[in-house]
């Protein structure tokens, strides 16, 4: 399970440092591609597969599921640490994800999410969180 909040920067030639806490659960080899909410997902080869799985067993008739399966895979690279425990982002996700210099690094559960510092300012704004609570109960989350 990846959990936490680290700031850290990219540098001029895309190189990302990931936490140490985030690099042994990702293991040797893993999968970068693109999120929702304008990140960028990391997962580990094991998740990335059984979600790989889920996207195939979508119909390819329907449009919808089509586009889903590609933002997903088309924008997909996989990644090794190298010995300063960096992974190059390519030049297409950092320009998705809007990064530039500052970066968040947030562990979401089966994955971590990768942020410019400005869009997770804007998409953690949590001063409604108390309605969003409210709302996760329909989806059977009770605190």
């Known amino acids: 399970m990846f959990m936490g909040e680290y700031n850290h920067t990219i540098d001029a030639k895309g190189r990302l440092i990931i936490p140490a806490k985030f690099r042994e659960p990702l293991g040797e080899e893993f999968v970068l591609t693109r999120g929702l909410d304008g990140c960028l997902y990391i997962y580990p080869m094991d998740e990335w597969e059984a979600f790989e799985e889920k ?34 982002v390519p030049q297409t996700l950092r320009e ?12 979401s559960l089966s994955r971590v999410e990768v942020w410019s510092k400005e869009k997770w300012s804007e998409n953690c704004d949590y001063d409604d969180m108390n309605s969003i609570a409210a709302g996760m109960e329909n989806m059977g989350i009770v605190i």
């Open 55 to 88: 996207l195939r067993a979508l119909p390819l008739t329907n449009k919808d599921a089509r586009a889903f399966s590609r933002f997903f895979v088309a924008g997909a690279t996989t990644c090794e640490l190298d010995k300063q425990g960096r992974i190059l």
């Open 96 to 107: 998705f994800a809007g990064l530039e210099k500052d970066v968040i690094l947030a562990g």
